[in-house]
């Protein structure tokens, strides 16, 4: 018969269980679309990150739905009694399977494993055994990686082959933990010296007239040759137009710049002058009227060239190719020097490290560690073992289904830690490496997202995440607004917002927004108002200040007679007023007329229907948009593949968003000693008694109560 699934409703959809072993053993067999997700990325996850590794199968950065199956699918068939991957936190041995070649292979490395550590008679393993790999595998141990250490060299010469290597950084990480290197590594070192000793040798063939002295000429004339040749060039140019000849030397300006100075060849910058004196000639001095600078090199190189320039004080332009066209060869065959990082050992310890005789050592223990494979990969699927049975039904919950999240149980393995901020906390709050991009696709799932950068000022670490406001309001939430985050490992973070995403918090929120809009648009206006008779009367003022001073300037004139009183402008003026007055009333009139007149149960329905009526618009839309909160685009931004709507329910939004509330049993002094005092209330209430018996009056209802 076919395996009976059993579903649980969470989240506005259908989960499946999974917490009978027979659910695991037919997990190949569930419909891909019932899985809570379809792949999820193997970084930024709070879970285990070698866990993670062993299921990444083809190490592509993603876990998907088969490498997911695999894995259970192996786990299942190395272990005998499956139902320790259910709960606890240790493997017993007695669990492997034993019946198989791979199950004795896996139980003989667990007991290797354990007597390595000191713990030959232990009965299980757990994670904390197999954290530390160099335990597992010592360095001076071969563990098939065929990675050779230091450690595991058995000759002087082969432990300073190593270690020069790992001096030019030539290096791989031992399953150890520890730095060597591996086969590839050493045949391009060999390749890499053995060019650079053919190098060498062919410079032997080369022969000029400087003999030893050869490569400190050619060093030499490197150092000299753009200076000699912007020397000459300025020759050419001064026998070309003579009048060239006074600018192209230094400038008397410069030389007087430099007698105000302590000069020094040492500390002093006079590069920028000519190598010699400019003059249409055309001669360069060897030995006087040289650059100080530039001196010593210069008759150094002279000395050097004496079998080509025999007994001269001075050169030209053909005689310095000449020398350059000696060098040639010699410049040709340096140009060719590999730039490997072989070529810069000393010949002494290159020839060390290629000695024929130690590589061989080198190979034969190469090959010895990679014949150790077979074993060292038990090992690991011991680990990888330990690892499945302690994290891979929290994997499951988080992957297949979200039983975890919707549970509270404890935080999903996307939950990266929590925000306090503005009197509540965060608890669904995710790391972002990109915050512009993830609010693009963040910003549908409808949940109100704060953008935080969060630094650590003991260690200057910074890391930016996203945390999800779901109950409360929106009242004080502002970029810039500082608060605290906690990271799973309970490290601090200060934390600063940066960008916010706008969505309904709350249907409490909702009630209330229709009246802070009226309150904000009320004091919005009267401060328009106010700003626009101050301003009017700070120009009335300036300009009654400008027509005084130009009264007083002028002669006095014969004032002006008064303009008549117009009795019929002021009555119509009163009379608008009056008509305002009572249009004002009547309708006043006609909504406490009609209150009054309810049956005294219907007053506060009526009361009631009215304060819907203004928010019942703005609270139905919050409800609506409140429903339709989805998780799956907040985790689809952050690499996931989420495979249903997973929804974050009003009551569901409560648990991840904490309120700050009183204790219970506290005591609580309402009198604020700094409270500002207001009257409003008392008018308010004077104003509506008024009101109430202005309309009795003209109903005449007054007078017959009376």
Known sequence: MAHQWRFFRSGGFDQVRLDQIADWQHLNEL???LWAALSCPVKGLEFDARTMSYLDTDNDGRVRIDEVKTAVAWALSALQQPQVLLSGDELPLSAINTSTEDGQKLLASAKRILQNLGKADASSLTVADTADMA??????????????????????ELKHLITTLLALEISSVDRSGVLGINQEQLENFVADGKAFTDWQQSGTDISTVFGSGTDEAFQLLSALDAKVTDY?????????????????????????????????????????????????????????GVHPHWAKVLSRLAELAAAIWPAKTSINAKDWQQLKDVLQPYAEWKAAQPATKASTLEPEVLAACLNEATLQQAYTLMAQDISQQAEAESVLDVDKLVRYQRYLRDLLRNFVNFEIFYSLEKPAIFQNGRLYLDGRSCDLCLNVNDAA??????????????????????????????ASMTAGDAGNLMVGRNGVFYDPT????????????????SIREAFFTPYQRLGRMISDQIQKFAAAKDKDIEAKSAAGVGGAAKIAETPAAKPAAPAPFDVAKFAGI???????????????????????????????LALVGIIFFI??????????????????????????????????????????????????????????????KSNAGLWFILLVILVTAWVLWRQGLLAQWL
């Open 31 to 33: 419909d891909p679309k």
């Open 135 to 156: 335990q597992i595998f010592p360095a001076h141990q071969l563990n098939g990686d065929g990675i050779i250490t230091e450690e595991l060299a058995s000759s002087p």
């Open 232 to 288: 000459f060039t300025r020759c050419q140019l001064a026998a070309y137009d003579a009048s060239a000849a006074v600018p192209l030397n230094g400038a008397i300006e410069d030389y007087a710049a430099l007698s105000r100075q302590l000069l020094s060849q040492a500390t002093l910058d006079t590069s920028y002058l000519p190598l010699a004196h400019i003059s249409a000639e055309g001669t360069l001095p060897l030995e006087k």
């Open 437 to 466: 991009k993830h609010a693009k696709l963040a910003g549908l799932s409808g949940i109100y997202l704060l953008y935080v950068d969060c630094v650590r000022s003991a260690t200057g670490e910074k890391k930016s995440i996203v």
């Open 490 to 505: 309970g490290q601090d973070w200060d934390a600063t917002v940066t960008q916010i995403v706008t969505n309904p918090i």
């Open 574 to 604: 009163f009379a608008a007023i009056g008509l305002a007055i009572g249009a004002i009333g009547t309708a006043l009139a006609a909504v406490v007329t009609g209150f009054l007149g309810l049956v005294w149960w219907q007053m506060p």
């Open 615 to 676: 928010s019942g618009p703005s609270m139905l839309l919050a409800w609506f948009k409140l429903r339709a909160r989805n998780l799956a685009p907040l985790l689809d931004a952050n690499g996931w593949a989420i495979n249903t709507n997973a929804k974050l329910s009003i009551k569901f939004g409560t648990k991840l968003t904490a309120l700050a509330i009183l204790p219970k049993g506290s005591k609580r002094t309402l009198t604020d000693p700094y409270e500002e």
